[in-house]
């Protein structure tokens, strides 16, 4: 019999519809529930590409023993951490309080009144390692609840009251200056792998908001090193195991050093970031490499995660049948040198062995290899590489695929539009910049309601019950830029403004300008959540800096661009200390040091070809934050373009910062060096 969750809109709600656990969604009704059975609540926070989510789910949520004790002795709460990153960052915050760590699955027993009191992540069916079993859990939080009631409500208040006293103090509100920023990019090289790239030992994460700052403080200082550490980094990912060398696409991370073995997973998050960072990239170096990577990523994400609405879905699982009817970590991405004399011949299999570094012993399990592109001396025949990389990609088109999560979570798919938007224009990829705009109207449609107020995710083109948070204001107002910046509707802005002022009214703390990732009016936690690192996506606060500094350029808006300048003080406060930790935050410092760039471009039209020259240079800028705006003369598409006339007749470029602004150009020359090109 199906539990509550069969009416749940996320997928990974509905992966457990059929357990024998009672489930309830996060409601005050069950809260409600605890309370008239005078029971605990046992909340249970993961996600549906969760490899350990799974195993916990299958060893003990499917086991009806142990379902029976959760059903009988607890009311237990089921929550995607994807739909509800309020919730799961509360309770995260207190589960590494308590325990040093944290992660997924997450499980915490709570009192009725949602107060913590006992927690921990994935627990096995049998004690090991040290650790518990589930079901040993369960009797010991019962015994507690029933025998040491008191005890129990002390523990549950005071972790509550430690909770609500974190109120960030995060200095002051200035803006990081040169010295700030210096003492950042200092710090990421004491940090850095010289001979792997990236940054810190294993686990590996790409460090893709990092990378935005070292492009940008390059572009506006001409930092050598800083170039060099991020060009490096990228290669070395594009390189390795973490990136899908026959269907483009990023995993999580790599567990290794050297990026080989990756967590299989592919979350559009990372793939979004990863793409523009390329893209990036090859704006400042013109590399090959770079240019492929973004473009292989943008295809990879428009292929396998677009929905058939036009928004992106949220992940790809690490896990798929391995053929056996097992499901295995990486099965439909890694090789043995049998597979490929199989798809391939003994003469291709072996080039493909030598070029992808498939070895006999294999560099991952049971003597399977994921494939790479180690450093060779050797030339290798391009044309017969690609033979053997559409034969391996068809042949892996054959197994059986990983599992795709369907849900579109605004955030991420406001930096995939951003993505796609500017990789499509760079590269002259009109397809790309459509499947942005697409995704554009969908979170428009059905994620905007009347009041521009923003629904956190939608499925199969309906909108889910939870209320966007800062970064799905935020990342959305992102996109809307960049594709303001690129298709020339000034529509895409307006849209940013209305966001952009629920960030100032409903996130903002109006005494201190920080910022909170809930709205004032959104359901009371235990404590309000406010975050302001970047970790695997750019963190709601840095992300509506950027956005808020972005929509100020475009519009001359003092309050935004106070509001920006404020939010940057925490970034003065972290930056110097965890520049690996603010990356994104560090990125939009930059762009506040060079102004940002206001440019504007004046023309006869997208048809006319040399006005589609300037816009494309002017897109092409690397000075950081830069926006852009193309139009007729007399347009009121965007304010940037009042009172811009066409200089002699002909299509010009007028670059504004700080307030001043040079001589406009017919020139795209000219225009490229004034933008740092």
């Not at 594709?483 to 703390?509: C, K, M, P, Y």
């Not at 840095?542 to 001359?556: D, E, F, K, N, Q």
Request: charged content about 25%; aromatic content about 8%.
């Amino acid at each position: 019999m199906a539990n509550r969750l069969a009416q749940a809109t996320s997928p990974y709600l509905l992966q457990h519809a059929d357990n024998p656990v009672d489930w309830w969604s996060w409601s005050e009704e069950a809260f409600a529930e605890a309370r008239r059975r005078d029971v605990p609540v046992l909340l249970s926070v993961g996600y549906s590409s969760c490899h350990w989510c799974h195993v916990m789910a299958h060893e003990s949520f499917e086991d009806q023993a142990t379902a029976d004790d959760m059903n009988a002795h607890f009311v237990s709460i089921k929550v995607d951490r994807e739909e509800r990153p309020d919730v799961d960052a509360v309770y995260m915050e207190a589960v590494q309080a308590a325990t040093g760590h944290g992660g997924w699955p997450m499980t915490v027993f709570l009192t009725p009144d949602a107060e913590p009191f006992y927690f921990g992540t994935y627990f096995p069916p049998a004690p090991r390692h040290g650790m518990p079993s589930f079901r040993q859990v369960l009797e010991g939080v019962r015994q507690a609840w029933e025998e040491r009631r008191d005890e129990v409500g002390d523990v549950a208040g005071k972790i509550t009251r430690d909770l609500a006293g974190r109120e960030l103090a995060y200095g002051d509100d200035q803006v990081p200056g040169e010295q700030e920023l210096a003492q950042a990019l200092l710090g990421l090289t004491r940090e850095y792998d010289p001979q792997r790239g990236g940054f810190g030992g294993a686990p590996k994460f790409p460090p893709s908001m990092v990378i935005e700052f070292l492009l940008r403080h390059h572009a506006r200082t001409g930092a050598e090193g800083a170039l060099q550490m991020a060009a490096d980094t990228c290669e070395r990912m594009a390189r390795g195991g973490i990136y899908d060398q026959l269907g483009g696409g990023f995993a999580r991370y790599s567990v290794d050093r050297d990026w080989v073995v990756p967590h299989f997973e592919k979350m559009l998050y990372d793939n979004a970031l990863l793409c523009r960072v390329y893209a990036h990239l090859w704006r400042t170096t013109g590399s090959e490499l770079a240019r492929r990577v973004a473009l292989e990523t943008a295809d990879f994400m428009v292929r396998e995660l677009r929905t058939p609405e036009g928004g992106f879905a949220s992940a790809l699982d690490a896990d798929s049948d391995d053929g056996t009817g097992r499901h295995v970590e990486g099965a439909y991405y890694v090789w043995t040198p049998a597979e490929l004399r199989e798809v391939l011949g003994d003469d291709d299999a072996e080039l493909a062995a030598r070029y992808f570094g498939v070895t006999e012993e294999g560099t991952f399990e049971e003597g399977a290899s994921v494939l790479q592109l180690p450093q060779r001396d050797e030339v290798f025949d391009a044309a017969r590489i690609d033979g053997v990389r559409e034969r391996l990609l068809a042949a892996r088109a054959g197994r059986p695929a990983p599992g795709r999560d369907d849900k579109v979570v605004a955030a991420w798919n406001g930096l995939a539009v951003a993505a796609l938007a500017e990789t499509g224009a760079y590269f002259d990829r009109p397809d790309l910049v459509e499947a942005a705009v697409a995704a554009g109207d969908l979170l428009v449609r059905v994620h905007l309601d009347e009041h521009a107020r923003i629904a956190r995710t939608s499925k199969d083109g309906q909108v889910g019950a939870n209320a966007g948070v800062l970064e799905d204001y935020a990342d959305v107002a992102e996109g809307f830029l960049a594709l303001a910046s690129v298709t020339g509707e000034g529509v895409w802005l307006d849209f940013t403004g209305l966001l952009v002022d629920h960030i100032l009214t409903r996130f903002q703390d109006a005494g201190s300008g920080a910022l909170y990732d809930t709205a004032s009016d959104a359901e009371r936690l235990i404590r309000r959540p406010q975050d302001p690192t970047d970790n695997a996506t750019p963190s709601g606060w840095t992300a509506a800096a950027g956005a808020l500094l972005g929509y100020a350029a475009h519009t001359a808006s003092e309050p935004h661009r106070t509001a920006a300048e404020r939010a940057l003080g925490v970034v003065k406060a972290l930056g110097p200390r965890v520049p690996r930790f603010i990356g994104w935050g560090l990125a939009v410092a930059e762009a506040v040091l060079d102004g940002p760039r206001e440019i504007a471009v004046v023309g006869q039209g997208p048809d006319d070809p040399a006005t589609r020259t300037l816009h494309r240079t002017a897109l092409l800028g690397r000075a950081p934050g830069a926006v852009v705006a193309v139009g007729t003369p007399g347009s009121d598409e965007f304010p940037l373009l009042a009172d811009r006339p066409l200089v002699d007749g002909a299509p010009a470029a007028y670059v504004c910062r700080n307030f001043t602004c040079d001589a406009p150009t017919t020139d795209p020359d000219r225009l490229r060096t004034a933008l740092g090109g």
